[in-house]
């Protein structure tokens, strides 16, 4: 492929497409679930609906078909908020975004993409 090809293929296209992204996204809330510093955030959460928007809001948020219908941001985690949910937290699943595209062997670079668009969800999520 060209580089102006890859160039113009969304960061979707270039992790590998539906496929990459229900992968990166299982294992993911497997990492979340298992780290005491945040799975109780998800005590309450019906996880099938829960890993349903996040394939949804990934694929949207890395440039693919947009078929997310999720809240905002700021909406949805402000009761998370309210449980204590701080930048502590987002540095957890931040963590935990960058280990799971590891492990999937995405390349470094690809991998700052993608965490560059989550980090741009701080501000929304944690309500400031």
């Known amino acids: 492929m060209s580089e102006s090809q890859e160039k113009s293929q ?3 296209e270039r992790i590998g497409g539906e ?3 229900n992968a ?3 294992i993911f809330y497997r990492k979340v679930l298992a780290d ?3 799975n109780r955030f998800f005590d309450n959460a019906d996880m099938e ?3 349903a928007k996040q394939k949804a809001f990934f694929t949207m948020a890395f440039g693919g078909p947009n078929n997310y219908t999720g809240t905002d941001m700021r909406t949805a985690h402000a009761h998370l908020v309210k449980m ?3 930048d502590s ?3 957890a699943v931040m963590e935990h975004l960058g280990a799971t595209l590891t492990e999937l062997n995405v390349p470094a670079d690809l991998i ?3 965490a560059a668009i989550a980090e741009s969800t701080r501000k929304d999520i944690l309500g400031k």
Request: proline share 0%; aromatic share 12%.
């Open 24 to 26: 990166a996204v299982d």
């Open 36 to 38: 005491y510093r945040i």
């Open 49 to 51: 609906k829960q890993v």
């Open 10 to 12: 969304t960061l979707y």
């Open 84 to 86: 204590g949910l701080n």
């Open 112 to 114: 700052a993409e993608a």
């Open 19 to 21: 496929a990459a992204v």
């Open 89 to 91: 937290h987002f540095d």
